[in-house]
């Protein structure tokens, strides 16, 4: 059916329409491998004044737990198998000691003030400690230029062929995607309705898209 465009854009005195941007306390990040989101983030944070964390610095909030990087990894890898059973692994010892360590150490950061918080909690857990957040996720789409980039990691600067950088690209994001389906069953990693916005990195590059996260930060309109 038509719209008379004319009254549809007569919004005025409309909440619905006028409703303001306020500032977050948190933004949690999720970014696809090779998408340049670390980087994004650590840059955002620089212009915003805020702090970053991820895997490792969230861990260095939280030295009791005796969790480290290494451990993290052990985990992921068996959650990433194609084998992997998400449920058990859930109930587990292991995913308990870790996802519990990181769920202090938001917390911790969170007490001392604004922050981004790279892939390890996500936005219903922010929101339940009385934290306003905003989700993002960064992704790629050149898959050439993504291939280079992985290249430039040394855990991938031997491979060769396409075929071999697209399988480490897949395998990188299958770690990223089993951790948030094991702490969040009702969304999904990657997918555009799990964010309030989804960055595409290689259309607006890497500077522009730290910006775009700073202004959100500070509320710049």
């Not at 390890?120 to 050439?144: N, Q």
């Not at 992985?150 to 897949?170: F, G, R």
């Not at 916005?197 to 202004?215: P, S, Y």
Request: charged letters at 25%; a negative charge; aromatic letters at 8%.
């Amino acid at each position: 059916m038509a719209e008379d465009m004319s009254k549809t854009l007569s919004t005025k005195g409309m909440s619905e329409f006028e409703r303001g941007y306020v500032v977050p306390d948190c933004v949690v990040l999720d970014s696809a491998y090779c998408s340049m989101g670390r980087m994004v983030a650590v840059r955002a944070c620089k212009a915003a004044g805020w702090t970053y964390h991820d895997t490792t610095t969230l861990l260095e909030l939280v030295p009791e737990c005796g969790v480290t990087p290494d451990d993290v990894d052990t985990f992921e890898l068996k959650a990433a198998a194609p084998e992997a059973n998400l449920d058990e692994l859930r109930k587990s010892d292991e995913y308990q000691r870790i996802s519990s360590a990181y769920r202090l150490a938001a917390t911790r950061a969170l007490e001392q003030g604004p922050c981004l918080i790279h892939d390890r909690v996500d936005k219903e857990f922010v929101e339940g400690l009385g934290k306003s957040c905003v989700s993002a996720m960064t992704y790629a789409s050149d898959r050439p230029a993504m291939r280079v980039r992985a290249k430039v990691s040394p855990l991938y600067a031997n491979l060769t062929s396409d075929e071999e950088l697209d399988a480490a690209i897949a395998y990188e994001d299958a770690h990223r995607r089993a951790w948030h389906a094991l702490g969040n069953e009702t969304t999904v990693w990657g997918e555009p309705a799990t964010y309030d916005l989804m960055i595409c990195t290689d259309l607006i590059g890497r500077d522009f898209a730290a910006q775009l996260l700073a202004q959100l930060m500070v509320g710049q309109q």
